[in-house]
């Protein structure tokens, strides 16, 4: 039941965000300011709020957020949905629907993860962890391809009538939906406490500070790559807005492969296996803005995928075992923020490079970035940060 919800929310994200891009490319000429200000305004909430979030999951029942911010969902999108389907948007109109959606996100997300372990054994956690990242991916690739032709027979707001009916299935499914019970902590009572508890616990399990500070600089360079996709499709190669649902889709076939191939581990992911991963996918970020023809760079945004997504599920993978229980909700929040609440600083910054200087230059120099810090990071790494009890685990 659980994972069913999983799919229905994904999959329905996945046909409004690259609505939301389709969309904000039609109305603006495709300008890269333009749709790095869009993936700003999208993800920003998750960078200020989820720190906020994460103690929200830890206090309240977890079922109970998922299914406020599912119903917030679906009026949000409704209310898109009706406004696009009657011509009555321009560019500004989307920034404060897609605020709204990233804070429903922030909120949601921490209680998401949160619900993966306690729906299944602490033994089975990463394969449970694996198989909400393999749908993920799925979504990405579906969706897209769902999304296109909504968008060819009717226009982008289809799709957003689409995730507003997605969002009310999963009410329901969570309305039915069984979860174990899990101990709170007591004690604190001031909101500053609970919030420097959950930077207090990552100190207290190393490696999760060193690997957190690799997740945030990935998000702050390469980690945003899907705001400058519908440049490279049509600035680039000279596509329709059709070539920006296909990159992003051979994107997500890369990210379930990325899933898959994690899911094949049989031991929590080392920090030196993580580090590696992510400066992977650096270098795949450089290779893929060098693509000299339209077939090729669908072939080489795969790895990107793949490694993207292989080394995000890891360093949850990790995050997850480190955490205690009842912390469970702020260490998450702390990936959040590293994962999604960075990529809008991200895509801002690479929206206006790229259409400054063009999305190659972005790209290529975002990938080398987030690769050198990550091979920095775990051959630099501080000798007093090596001897924790917790780095027995990993």
């Not at 999983?6 to 749709?35: E, N, P």
């Not at 023809?293 to 599920?313: E, H, I, R």
């Not at 790209?363 to 090596?386: F, K, N």
């Amino acid at each position: 039941m659980v994972w069913g919800t999983f799919v229905v929310g994904q999959l329905g994200f996945w046909i409004s965000f690259v609505s939301f891009q389709a969309l904000m490319a039609r109305l603006t000429d495709t300008d890269g300011a333009w749709l790095g200000l869009l993936f700003f305004t999208n993800f920003i909430p998750t960078l200020v709020f989820t720190p906020f979030a994460g103690v929200v999951a830890d206090r309240v029942e977890r079922r109970r957020i998922l299914m406020v911010g599912y119903s917030v969902l679906a009026v949000t999108v409704g209310t898109l949905a009706v406004l696009t389907l009657g011509d009555d948007v321009v560019p500004i109109t989307l920034l404060p629907f897609a605020f709204v959606m990233g804070t429903v996100f922030a909120f949601n997300s921490p209680a998401s993860q949160a619900v993966i372990a306690a729906s299944v054994d602490r033994d089975d956690l990463a394969s449970a962890i694996s198989l909400n990242s393999t749908a993920a991916n799925l979504a990405r690739v579906v969706g897209p391809a769902l999304a296109a032709p909504l968008l060819a027979v009717w226009n982008e707001g289809a799709a957003f009538a689409v995730y507003a009916v997605a969002s009310v299935i999963v009410v329901g499914l969570l309305s039915r939906a069984q979860l174990s019970t899990y101990e709170r902590e007591v004690g604190i009572h001031k909101l500053s406490a609970w919030l420097k508890s959950g930077v207090v616990h990552a100190r207290e399990r190393p490696p999760a500070v060193t690997v957190l500070s690799i997740l945030a600089m990935s998000s702050l360079f390469a980690g945003a790559y899907l705001a400058v996709l519908p440049v490279v499709a049509t600035k680039v190669f000279d596509r329709s807005s059709s070539g920006f649902t296909v990159l992003a889709a051979m994107a997500g076939v890369g990210s379930v492969f990325g899933a898959l191939l994690t899911g094949l581990r049989v031991n929590v992911p080392r920090l030196r296996s993580v580090g590696l991963l992510v400066a992977g996918f650096g270098a795949a970020m450089v290779a893929f803005s060098a693509a000299p023809s339209w077939p090729l760079a669908l072939v080489l945004v795969v790895p990107v995928g793949t490694l993207y997504f292989s080394a995000m599920t890891s360093i949850n993978t990790m995050l997850q075992h480190l955490a205690d229980d009842a912390r469970r909700g702020r260490m998450l929040s702390l990936f959040q923020v590293g994962w999604a609440g960075l990529v809008p600083i991200g895509g801002l910054w690479l929206g206006v490079v790229a259409g400054a200087h063009g999305a190659r230059i972005a790209l290529g120099l975002a990938g080398a970035v987030t690769a050198i810090y990550a091979l920095a990071a775990i051959t630099l790494r501080p000798a007093r940060q090596r001897a924790g009890a917790w780095e027995t685990v990993l």
